[in-house]
C-alpha cells in the first residue's frame, strides 16, 4: 500500500508530458537528422548536434549552472560524437533505476522515396512524421522531456534515476564511440545494481528481449576480365554468392528456430543475411577483379 501511495505522489509531482515542449524537442532534433545519418564512410554522423540541444534543455535544471539537481557528463571518444550521461540524485545510497539506449544516430534516408521531408519534423492528425520519430530521436526528446521535469520539480525519491544517450547504435563499424566505449571506461557498471530499460523499442509495447547485432563482411578476390572472354577471368561475384550460399547452410543448421522465441514473442528467429554488397566499378562488360558482401547476423538470446 505505501508503496501504491508513493508511487501515486510522484506521478502527482511529475504531472502529465508537457506535449507542446515535447514536439517542440522532437522538431528541433528531426531537424539534425540529415546530419546524424549512420553509414560509413559515405555518412559519418555528428551526434552532439542532438546533444546540444538535449543540453540546452537540461542545463537550466543543472548543478553546472546551479538551476537544479540534474548532474551532465558529457562523454566524446571521437569529435563531434558524444554521449551524455544524466544523473538525478535520490535519497538512498545504492539505489538506482536507468534509461539506456537513446540513441543519437539515425538510419540513412532518400528523400526521393519519401513522401514528405524525412529530415524535418510534420504533423498528420495524431502522427509525428520524420526520420528518428521512433528509432530513436523520438525516444531521446522523450527521455529529456522525464530528466528535464525530474530537475525541474525535484522530487524526494529514493533511487537515483540515470539516462544514458548514446552514440553510434545504428552502425557499428567504427568502434570505440557509444556504448562499447562506455562500458569499457567502467561509466556504467553503477546501473548493474538496479533495473535498466533500454529505450530503443520502435514497436509500442515493452520488449523483454531481442536479438544481437552482429557484423559480418566476406571479402572475395577473383580474376579481372573482359566478359566477352569470360573463361579467362574469375568471377568473385559467383564465388561469393557460393561462399555466402555454404556458410548460410551451416548458421542456420547452428541456430534455427529455437522453442523459446515463440513463448517471448520473437516475430523471427535468429537470421545471417547480407544487407549490402559493392564492388570497385567497372563497364558492365567487365568482369570486376573483387568484390565486398556484407551484412550481419541477428542472434535470439537463446544463443550464445
Known sequence: ???????????????????????????????????????????????????????DALLPHSTSTGGGPLILNHVTYKPNRGNLIVEYPGTQPGKILSFVGMHMD????????????????????????????????????LVTELMRTLGRTKPLLKSTVVAVFIASEENSSIPGVGVDALVKDGLLDNLKTGPLFWIDTADKQPCIGTGGMIPWKLHVTGKLFHSGLAHKAINPFELGMEALKEIQTRFYKDFPSHPKEQIYGFATPSTMKPTQWSYP????????????????????????
Not at 111 to 139: A, M, V, Y
Open 1 to 55: 500500500m505505501r508503496c501504491d501511495v508513493e508511487a501515486s505522489m510522484v506521478r502527482e509531482k511529475l504531472g502529465e508530458l508537457n506535449k507542446e515542449s515535447f514536439v517542440s524537442l522532437v522538431a528541433k532534433l528531426i531537424g539534425e537528422s540529415k546530419y546524424v545519418q549512420n553509414n560509413p564512410p559515405e555518412l559519418i554522423p555528428e551526434e552532439d548536434r542532438i546533444v546540444r540541444h538535449v543540453m
Open 106 to 141: 539515425v538510419v540513412t534516408a532518400n528523400p526521393q522515396e519519401w513522401d514528405f521531408d524525412p529530415f524535418s519534423l510534420s504533423i498528420d492528425g495524431d502522427k509525428l512524421r520524420g526520420r528518428g520519430t521512433t528509432d530513436c530521436l523520438g525516444h531521446v526528446a
Open 281 to 304: 566499378g567497372g563497364g558492365i562488360n567487365q568482369i570486376p577483379c573483387d568484390c565486398t558482401l556484407s551484412g550481419d547476423v541477428r542472434l535470439t538470446p537463446f544463443y550464445k
